[in-house]
């Protein structure tokens, strides 16, 4: 059963970058889309990107296009956000998502219905990792 671990997340000036990682634990997360969520304070989670097992296929929510990029290392359990040009509404709590073995998830991906919240196998969500942007 995958567990997700998410790191990485800082304190930085709007301007700044940060590299997240999504770790998988107890299994491997090979066969799993993975969608990166954020909540910031008073506000529901939201999808910010995803990204198909084998990473050929990402997408990305317009509020973060060009400035966030979605990579994984499957050899390393590890899929990262690249987070770069931050401004304070990029603030909350990064969340990591898994759905195992999707046949379909070109079209998911692609469609962006991977930034609905409950595509994603409940179990494997992590705790999250706090950025703050702010000078």
């Known amino acids: 059963q995958l567990q997700l671990v998410e790191s990485g997340g800082a304190r930085v000036q709007p301007g700044g970058s940060l590299r997240l990682s999504c770790t998988a634990s107890?299994?491997?997360?090979?066969?799993?889309?993975i969608g990166w969520f954020r909540q910031a304070p008073g506000k529901e989670r939201e999808g910010v990107s995803c990204?198909?097992?084998?990473?050929?296929?990402?997408n990305y929510a317009d509020s973060v296009k060009g400035r966030f990029t979605s990579s994984r290392d499957n050899m390393k359990n590890t899929v990262y956000l690249q987070i770069n040009d931050l401004e304070p509404e990029d603030t909350g709590v990064y969340y990591c998502?898994?759905?195992?073995?999707?046949?379909?998830?070109?079209?998911?991906?692609?469609?962006?219905?991977?930034?609905?919240?409950?595509?994603?196998?409940?179990?494997?969500w992590g705790k999250g990792t706090q950025v703050i942007v702010s000078s």
């Open positions: 990204i198909t097992r084998n990473g050929e296929n990402t």
């Open positions: 998502g898994g759905r195992y073995q999707d046949e379909d998830a070109v079209r998911i991906v692609t469609s962006r219905m991977c930034f609905i919240e409950n595509y994603y196998d409940g179990e494997t």
């Open positions: 107890r299994s491997s997360l090979l066969y799993h889309t």
